[in-house]
């Protein structure tokens, strides 16, 4: 297992590997266009256009940090992404868990506060017990995507019957 | 090279681990003790070591738990703001029972 995941590169998350390719596109369509035509001029604007372009990716990928920690979503995992700073609900996989002998099914609603390529942070938690259906967890929880079922935008102030 | 998309995003939480290293975690889990909280230890491959100070079972606690992050079905790992509230020892025990009963 352990192999598999180092293969999958995720020591390198925050590489840009899909960033390169374009640049290199971008110098390969420029490059003859400049020695037909004036060199210097085109070589200025072709410049200001390529640091523009970089100066723009790295606003996105400071954003990116800000809200997301980690700069680079799988395209995969894009879906959650723009679920950030709204409110949704996230059912899990397992058919009930337990906090303090409470048991209840994994059906939490909250606001969307961090998405990263393995889990995303709800803050505030509100855990949809049977008996208490908006229950306030003291700290935001995390959910391994991995492990969710259901994911939907939801209004928290929504009362379900809960089965 | 095909990437697994569940790999990475399994690999992305066992990392998740690794950085809150020496740090409090709470984690649920479907299967028994349902809910640990404990310092992190330590992280081998994608098992977390945790120094369980609180879960369902008095006589569990103060024990190192491996627990496989994979079967983590949520978790908290501390940070600066939110701090995991300490439960009193005994409590989560003999509601359990009363429910039960």
């Known amino acids: ?163 | 090279m095909r990437v697994d998309i569940s790999s990475i995003r399994q690999a992305s939480v066992v990392k998740a681990f690794k950085r809150g290293k020496r740090k409090k975690a709470l984690i649920l889990t479907a299967e028994f003790p349902f809910l640990v909280i404990g310092k992190i230890k330590d992280v081998v491959g994608d098992y977390v070591c945790i120094d369980v100070e609180t879960t369902h079972i008095d006589q569990l606690e103060g024990r190192i738990f491996n627990v496989h992050v994979d079967r983590i079905e949520v978790f908290y790992i501390e940070e600066k703001g939110y701090k995991i509230p300490k439960i009193p020892k005994g409590s989560i025990c003999t509601k359990e029972r009363g429910g039960a009963k």
Request: aromatic letters at 8%.
């Open chain 1, 1 to 163: 297992m352990e192999k598999d995941k180092s293969i999958v590169g995720l020591d390198v998350d925050e590489s840009s590997f899909e960033e390169q390719p374009k640049e290199d596109h971008e110098k390969e369509l420029n490059k003859p266009i400049d020695k037909e035509t004036e060199e210097k001029q085109l070589d200025q604007t072709t410049e200001e256009i390529q640091s523009g372009d970089l100066k723009t990716q790295n606003n996105e990928q400071k954003d990116a940090k800000i809200t997301a920690d980690i700069s680079f979503i799988i395209p995969a995992n894009l879906i959650f992404k723009e679920m950030l700073d709204k409110e949704v609900m996230v059912v899990m996989e397992s058919d009930q868990l337990n906090i303090l002998g409470q048991v209840f099914r994994p059906i939490f609603c909250g606001k969307v506060r961090k998405v990263t390529n393995g889990y995303l942070t709800l803050e505030p938690a509100i855990i949809k017990m049977n008996n208490a259906p908006f229950f306030h967890f003291p700290t935001p929880l995390c959910f391994p995507l991995e492990r969710i079922t259901y994911f939907l935008p939801f209004d928290c102030n929504t009362r379900i019957p809960i089965p």
